[in-house]
């Protein structure tokens, strides 16, 4: 069975701490795509990271694609109350949506 | 254009009974996948259609079908609820099946009672 680990499961902080999420496997991916997901709300794309040891950044956010595409990190500085939600990683073991292995997501709150 | 549409958003069934869910892809995507989401169990694949037709299944039982209209529209069924059965079932859609970033609608919250 594939897995997806990600860590920590929740995290409380105030706002302009930085924080770091990370996303685990033993399996390798060809993909692997961050999603963030807010209350009553359907999982929103971030990012997509293919190639290994790529990074990518979103304004304050900096994804990382380890260099054997079997783990993946999230950093976020400065956090804003807005990013408050719950992050998914999502790596992708063959080209359809039928192999994308979801990890259990790290619920983030920020406190102003 | 239009995002990922699921109706209805909320749903209340009682044990036994059978529920029908409706998702419209993004216009110009024909491939729709679900998926059920539990705090528990997270976020886990239902099944993916393309072109009508069934490319991958995850591991649910029966009482769990689906199908994909000419239009690309999609329904999942869930026969005989159960308590476990309440989540949230979020559709999602691509481009192509061979894409694999998904665009999710907002999801169906069904309790079953």
């Known amino acids: 069975t594939q897995l997806l680990e990600q860590s920590p499961q929740f995290l409380s902080i105030q706002e302009g701490e930085n924080l770091t999420v990370y996303c685990n496997s033993s399996?390798?991916?060809?993909?692997l795509q961050w999603y963030r997901q807010e209350p009553g709300e359907g999982p929103v794309l971030l990012v997509t990271v293919v190639t290994g040891g790529e990074v990518k950044k979103l304004k304050r956010l900096t994804f990382q694609f380890g260099d054997a595409r079997k783990d993946s990190s999230l950093h976020i500085t400065a956090a804003q109350p807005g990013d408050t939600g719950l992050y998914l990683c999502a790596g992708a073991v063959g080209g359809s949506q039928g192999n994308l292995i979801f990890g259990k997501g790290t619920k983030l709150s920020v406190k102003p | 254009k239009a995002g990922v549409t699921q109706t209805p958003r909320y749903l209340i069934k009682t044990r036994g009974q059978q529920v029908t869910l409706s998702c419209s892809p993004i216009s110009g995507h024909r491939s729709v996948s679900w998926y059920q989401q539990t705090p528990g169990q997270g976020l886990q694949f239902l099944f993916e259609?393309?072109?009508?037709?069934?490319?991958n299944k995850g591991n649910f039982p029966g009482r769990f079908s689906g199908r994909q209209f000419s239009n690309s529209r999609s329904e999942m069924n869930v026969s005989t609820l159960e308590l476990g059965d309440s989540a949230l079932y979020l559709c999602?859609?691509?481009?192509?099946?061979?894409?694999?970033?998904?665009?999710f609608g907002q999801g169906t919250r069904l309790t079953v009672v």
């Open positions: 399996s390798v991916f060809s993909s």
């Open positions: 259609y393309f072109s009508e037709t069934q490319r």
């Open positions: 999602a859609s691509s481009s192509q099946p061979e894409n694999t970033e998904a665009f």
